[in-house]
């Protein structure tokens, strides 16, 4: 495997339900990110992992639950998430303090909540 | 707060034609970078181009090349020999030189006709 994976790729749950999705980098970065992708709106950070310590809350609601267990990988734990939480959902990584520092994206979770 | 503006909601050019793409962006920095990502119809987001602010030079990758402007916080992304494979949503994005957080604008929908 290379670059950025998540799974899984498309999601579907209810209201009610407990859901993960997962990220995983073979790049050797240090850095991780969760993006939301809604329809006709700019991506939206919500986590960044810098060192497995996370570094930015983007005052995102507490039915989302970041986890970060080791530098290549990051989870987005969901409970009890609404209609409006419906979007994209975009990890990414980077070598955090070098150079450029370019995030690198995996290819997205589609999460639909009904 | 850095803001970046994306003026073109859809952009259209003729295969093995040259196109344009816009962004501007506001901040009171002096050092940072700049992106831009594509997004084809499968989501993954894909590097195309980067600039560093304290570099001159315009960058350039292959048919894709920008028009980076400091004083006037003006980096546009110019598409030469245009291939369909082009076609996407492409996204410009802004990055302190201080921090790992993107800064993202709407995006330009780029269709290209054969």
């Known amino acids: 495997e290379t670059g950025v994976t998540q799974t899984p790729r498309h999601l579907v749950m209810g209201m009610t339900n407990k859901k993960s999705l997962k990220c995983e980098q073979h790049?050797?970065?240090?850095?991780m990110y969760w993006y939301k992708q809604s329809a006709k709106k700019p991506l939206e950070l919500m986590f960044v992992y810098n060192f497995k310590e996370q570094t930015e809350n983007n005052s995102v609601p507490s039915r989302f639950s970041p986890e970060c267990p080791n530098s290549s990988h990051l989870f987005l734990h969901l409970h009890t998430l609404q209609p409006e939480d419906s979007a994209l959902y975009l990890c990414?990584?980077?070598?955090?303090?070098?150079?450029?520092?370019?995030?690198?994206f995996g290819p997205g979770t589609r999460l639909t909540v009904l | 707060a850095q803001t970046v503006t994306q003026s073109q909601p859809e952009m259209s050019v003729q295969e093995a034609e040259t196109v344009t793409l816009s962004c501007t962006y506001d901040t009171s920095e002096s050092d940072y970078y700049l992106f831009w990502y594509k997004q084809p119809p499968s989501r993954q987001m894909i590097l195309v181009i980067r600039?560093?602010?304290?570099?001159?030079q315009n960058a350039t990758e292959n048919r894709f090349s920008v028009n980076f402007q400091k004083a006037a916080k003006s980096f546009s992304l110019k598409i030469s020999d245009s291939q369909l494979g082009d076609a996407a949503m492409y996204f410009c994005?802004?990055?302190?030189?201080?921090?790992?957080?993107?800064?993202f604008g709407a995006g330009t929908i780029l269709r290209v006709k054969s």
């Open positions: 790049l050797g970065h240090n850095a």
């Open positions: 994005a802004y990055r302190s030189a201080g921090g790992n957080k993107l800064v």
């Open positions: 600039q560093e602010a304290y570099k001159q």
């Open positions: 990414a990584s980077s070598q955090a303090r070098e150079g450029t520092d370019t995030q690198y």
